[in-house]
């Protein structure tokens, strides 16, 4: 079975105070791993998509990273307006189109 | 910037009553999905429509779930008898498999659903 685990499930720094966030996944093929992330009471927001071991993407203050078995979302001198839960997806091949499996997430707060 | 837009942004209803939750996907998208998140929990898959038809489904999506596309801009769920469980935040979401944004499932905003 297809799953995704996020840890920390809560993380609080200080502003600009660097860490990391953990997406371990298990799924028969990977065919993509995204970061998404997801403000209260909004949908998911796109941040990166990783497809092989090694890869990585920047964006800002972030940067996702992958290997075969984890991803990680490096956050590099954190301001407040970081602070959002974000999530960690598998895609799972379908015929046509996506399905994404999601982990809990990581809830990030940033304090200035 | 394109976006899925999702009405109504909150509905409250009694339990037994029908809901339809409306979507308005990115123009030159072709596939749909609906995914849900109970409070507290994971974002969990429902049901994906692509060519006028579901293309996959999960357990949850029962008989008391539908999806139609009633024309060529809206995408609409329609759970006929909710239940008190069926209380969720529900998320459109549409995609393209061509140009930069391929790949990428966009979400809506959501619909909060409260079910009593």
């Known amino acids: 079975e297809d799953q995704v685990t996020q840890s920390p499930e809560a993380l609080r720094l200080q502003e600009g105070e660097s860490s990391s966030l953990n997406c371990s996944y298990t799924v028969s093929g990977l065919r993509g791993l995204f970061w998404y992330r997801q403000d209260p009471g909004k949908g998911p927001e796109f941040l990166f998509t990783?497809?092989?071991a090694g890869e990585e993407k920047e964006k800002e203050r972030l940067k996702a990273t992958l290997t075969k078995k984890e991803s990680f979302l490096h956050i590099t001198a954190p301001k407040p307006e970081d602070s959002a839960t974000y999530l960690c997806a598998v895609r799972v091949s379908m015929e046509y189109g996506n399905k994404l499996v999601f982990g809990a997430g990581t809830i990030l707060r940033v304090k200035s | 910037e394109p976006e899925v837009t999702q009405t109504p942004s909150h509905q409250v209803t009694q339990m037994g009553q029908e809901v339809i939750l409306r979507c308005v996907p990115i123009s030159n998208h072709l596939y749909f999905y609906w995914y849900r998140q109970i409070l507290g929990q994971k974002v969990e898959f429902l049901v994906s429509?692509?060519?006028?038809?579901?293309?996959?489904k999960s357990e949850i999506f029962d008989d008391q779930f539908s999806v139609e596309r009633p024309d060529g801009s809206n995408f609409t769920l329609k759970i006929r008898s909710t239940k008190l469980e069926d209380s969720a935040m529900y998320f459109c979401?549409?995609?393209?498999?061509?140009?930069?944004?391929?790949?990428?499932?966009?979400f809506g905003a959501g619909s909060r659903l409260t079910v009593l």
């Open positions: 990783l497809y092989s």
């Open positions: 979401a549409s995609m393209d498999l061509l140009g930069t944004g391929a790949n990428v499932l966009t």
């Open positions: 429509f692509y060519n006028n038809e579901i293309s996959e």
